[in-house]
C-alpha cells in the first residue's frame, strides 16, 4: 500500500508458488519485458536446473508450429556430451540441485540466467520444516501439511550476491532488480527498494525476501546470518587468486549451504580462468559424475 500498488491475487499467487518452473518464469519475463529469450542450449540447461529432462524438443511455448525445426530441435549426443558432460540426455529427479555451475565465455548470459534462477529459487523454495519434539510438546502451531514455518517471528529471507567485493555483484543484482520492477505481477509483491536491498513479499505464503549484495568473507561468516532462499557467486573461478588467501570460493560455499533452504539453489556462474582451484576442480568433479551417470545408464 505505501508502494501505491495493489497486493498480488490469489491466481498470481499460485502462478508464482511452488509449481512455478524456471523455464516458465524466463519466458513470461521475456513477454513482460526482459528480453532474454534463451537458445536451445540455455533452454536444455534450465530444465535440468529444474531437475526436469533435458531430453525432447527445446521449443518455447510461443513458437510457431511452421518455425524452423533447428531452433527447437533435441540436443544431440555430442551437444549433450559438450555442454553437460554425458553422452545421453539428463533425467527427471525428484529435487532440483542444489549447486548450479555455468562455465561459459563473457556475454554469454550466464550471469542473467543466473539472476533469473534466484528469483524462481526465492518464490518457490520451502520455508517449512518439521517441527523439533520440544515444539510438539510446547504445542507450537503446526500446519495441516504436518510442518511449522522455518523462520522466526520477522525473520526474513534472504538471497545473497557474493563476490570478493560488494561493488563486483552490482550487475547480477541490478539484473534482478530490473526482472521483477519490469514484471507487473512481480512489482506488485515488492515492499523496499533501495540501492543496497530489495525486499519483495512472496504471493504464495507471504514470506518475506530479501535481495543483497555481500562481499566474501573468511569462512562466510556473514553468510550464515539466517537462512538462504538462494545465492549467486559470480565470476565463481576468480575467487581464488592466491593459494594463501583468506578468504576463499570453499569457505563461502559451504557457508551458504549451510543455510539453504529445500529447493532453494546457488549459482556460480564463471567464465574459465585456471585448470586448478575450487571451482574448476568442482566442475570437473560434476562433468566426470555426469558422464558416469550417462554411461551406466546406457
Known sequence: KALGVQPPTTQVAQELGPGLTLERLIDT??????????????????RATDGRSTAGPLAPPTM???????VSAPLSAEEHFYHFGSWSPLGPIAMPPRLVYLRSGIRSGKTKLAAIGVIKSALTCIARRPPTPEEIAAGAEIGADGLVHALQANETLKVFFVTPKVSQSAAAFNYV?????GSPRLAKCVIKRNTEELRLRRPCDGVE???????????????????????IFDESAFFD???????????????ALSRLLPGAQIWLPSSPWADDGYWHEEHDKHQKRAAKQGADSE
Open 177 to 181: 532488480v530490473g526482472a521483477i520492477m
Open 209 to 231: 525476501i530479501s535481495f543483497r549484495c555481500e562481499a566474501a568473507s573468511p569462512q562466510g561468516n556473514n553468510i550464515r546470518s539466517g537462512w538462504l532462499a538462494g545465492a
Open 241 to 255: 587468486q592466491n593459494d594463501d588467501a583468506a578468504v576463499t570460493l570453499q569457505d563461502n560455499v559451504t557457508a
Open 29 to 46: 519475463l521475456a513477454y513482460e519485458g526482459s528480453k532474454f529469450y534463451p537458445s536451445r542450449i540455455q533452454r536444455a540447461l534450465v
Open 64 to 70: 510457431a508450429a511452421n518455425a524452423d525445426p533447428a
